[in-house]
């Protein structure tokens, strides 16, 4: 089983529809969560961090659930701008620096 | 933030030579890294670049292939020696300064 697993993807959506993407992570132990973004040939990019309490910033919402060990990002009013491959990334914590990152899924916002 | 650079940015090498990334942070970080992405593929960690000691290895990797350098806090060398094809990927550094991990662009290889 993948440390790290999210939605194959890819998602075409109209401009303005609602998407939400899913990542499953398989150690318990796991203690901070990110979801990054990639644009196409360039380097990832932090876009949020992922609370138990759930955070919000703009049109993206990030959810934690530690005991399903289920994590999800919500992005509304989809933008062209938008269209990306979106990381869903884990980090042990603990003293430890290691990030580990799911496959990516990609969306592609159109017109 | 960050602003973290690599050279080259890309390159296309025959097999059996060995080619040295370099990566330079605008800031004086602790931890730097050094990251794998494969074609189609997310991103793998290689290895931790400690300054002042030796770099510390994900499994997989090891030190006679993926030497490191990490002579001081803004700066850190990868090697990828005695290349094969299977070696082709996008390497990149990273950084992580208050909190937050910060990426280079990466240096796309192609091993011939």
């Known amino acids: 089983r993948k440390e790290v697993e999210q939605d194959p993807g890819p998602f075409n959506v109209p401009e303005g529809a609602t998407v939400a993407f899913n990542c499953t992570y398989s150690?318990?132990?796991?203690?901070?969560f990110f979801w990054y973004r990639q644009d196409c040939r360039k380097e990832p990019k932090l876009l949020m961090s992922v609370y138990s309490s759930g955070n919000e910033d703009g049109r993206f919402t990030a959810q934690l659930n530690r005991a399903s060990q289920y994590i999800s990002l919500l992005i509304r009013d989809s933008k062209l701008s938008d269209s990306a491959t979106y990381l869903c990334?884990?980090?042990?914590?603990?003293?430890?620096?290691?990030?580990?990152f799911g496959t990516g899924t990609q969306l592609k916002v159109e017109l | 933030s960050a602003v973290i650079s690599q050279k080259p940015s890309r390159d296309i090498c025959q097999r059996g030579t060995s080619l040295t990334i370099q990566c330079q942070v605008d800031?004086?970080?602790?931890?730097m890294f050094w990251y794998r992405q494969q074609p189609g593929q997310s991103l793998t960690l290689i290895a931790t670049a400690n300054q002042g000691s030796e770099a510390t290895y994900e499994s997989g990797f090891v030190i006679d292939k993926f030497p490191i350098s990490r002579p001081n806090l803004t700066f850190s060398t990868l090697t990828v020696s005695n290349m094969s094809p299977e070696d082709s990927s996008i390497y990149l550094c990273?950084?992580?300064?208050?909190?937050?991990?910060?990426f280079g662009p990466g240096t796309r290889l192609t091993v011939l």
């Open positions: 990273s950084a992580k300064l208050r909190g937050e991990q910060f």
């Open positions: 990334v884990v980090n042990l914590g603990g003293g430890g620096n290691k990030l580990t």
């Open positions: 800031s004086q970080v602790t931890m």
């Open positions: 150690n318990s132990a796991s203690q901070s």
